[in-house]
C-alpha cells in the first residue's frame, strides 16, 4: 500500500482565520514533505520531516507552520494568509531519509484564501 | 543551480501511438531521477524511476532512457490510451535525497 491521505480535499478560509492541514501514512516512512503547487506549475518544496525532526525549511513565510505529531502524521498550521497563498497543498513521504528515494503523494487539499 | 527541464509544454498523440517525452537537467551531480504522473484534481503519481548508473529501465508499456553524457531523460510510453492523458513531470534527486526538482511538466493529450 503507498497511500498518503490528506485532509480536506478543499478548504476556503479568510485572511484571518487559523487552519490546519493534515497528512498521515502508514507505509512506516521515516521522511515526510510539504509541497505547494500554483496551477500549472510544478510542486514547489516547502519543508522536509526527517525522523519526525524538521530537516528542511524552504524560507517558507512564518504564516506556514508545520507540525510532526509523530511519524505518521504531519500537519501545516496555516494563519493570517494572503490570497497569493491559494494553491493546492501536497504532502508526500519516503521511506528512506537522507538519501535518495521515491516520495509517494497525496491527492492533496486545495486551498483558498479570500 | 539545478533545475530540470522539459522541451515541449503540450504533446498530442493518437491512441494507440507511441508518445516520448523529453526532459533536460542541469545538476551532473543528480543521482536519481523519477518520471510523475498528475491528473486533474490529484497529485502525482509515480511511474517509473532510473538511477545514474543505468541507462535504461523498463515497466509495464513505459521505458525510462537515461543519457548522462548529455543530461537528457525521456519517458517512453507504448500504446497510449486514453487514461494516459495528463501532465507528466520529471524529477531529480542529489545524492542527499529529500529535494526533489520537478521540471516544468508537459501535458499528453490522447486523441481518440
Known amino acids: 500500500d503507498t497511500e498518503v491521505t490528506q485532509t480536506p480535499k478543499h478548504l476556503v478560509m479568510g485572511m484571518t482565520n487559523k487552519k490546519s492541514l493534515k497528512c498521515e501514512q502508514h507505509m512506516g516512512h521515516r521522511a515526510m514533505y510539504w509541497y505547494k503547487q500554483k496551477a500549472k506549475k510544478p510542486p514547489e518544496l516547502m519543508f522536509v520531516?526527517?525522523?519526525?525532526?524538521?530537516?528542511i525549511n524552504e524560507s517558507v513565510p512564518s504564516r506556514f507552520s508545520p507540525e510532526c505529531p509523530n511519524s505518521s502524521l504531519l500537519n501545516l498550521h496555516l494563519h493570517a494568509l494572503q490570497p497569493e497563498d491559494s494553491a493546492l497543498y501536497l504532502c508526500?513521504?519516503?521511506?528512506?531519509?537522507?538519501?535518495?528515494?521515491?516520495?509517494?503523494f497525496g491527492p492533496g487539499t486545495r486551498l483558498t484564501v479570500l | 543551480g539545478e533545475s530540470v527541464g522539459l522541451h515541449l509544454p503540450t504533446l498530442s498523440v493518437q491512441e494507440g501511438d507511441n508518445s516520448i517525452i523529453n526532459c533536460a537537467y542541469s545538476n551532473s551531480a543528480s543521482d536519481y531521477f523519477i518520471w510523475y504522473k498528475q491528473e486533474s484534481g490529484k497529485g502525482p503519481q509515480f511511474i517509473i524511476d532510473?538511477?545514474?548508473?543505468?541507462d535504461k529501465r523498463q515497466g509495464q508499456r513505459v521505458t525510462v532512457l537515461l543519457n548522462k553524457t548529455v543530461k537528457h531523460l525521456s519517458l517512453q510510453i507504448a500504446a497510449t490510451q486514453p487514461g494516459d492523458s495528463a501532465v507528466y513531470f520529471c524529477?531529480?534527486?542529489?545524492?542527499?535525497?529529500?529535494?526533489?526538482?520537478f521540471g516544468a511538466g508537459t501535458r499528453l493529450f490522447v486523441k481518440a
Open positions: 524529477a531529480s534527486q542529489g545524492t542527499g535525497g529529500f529535494k526533489t526538482i
Open positions: 508526500a513521504s519516503s521511506h528512506l531519509a537522507g538519501t535518495t528515494d521515491t516520495q509517494y
Open positions: 532510473i538511477r545514474s548508473n543505468m
Open positions: 520531516y526527517s525522523y519526525e525532526k524538521l530537516s
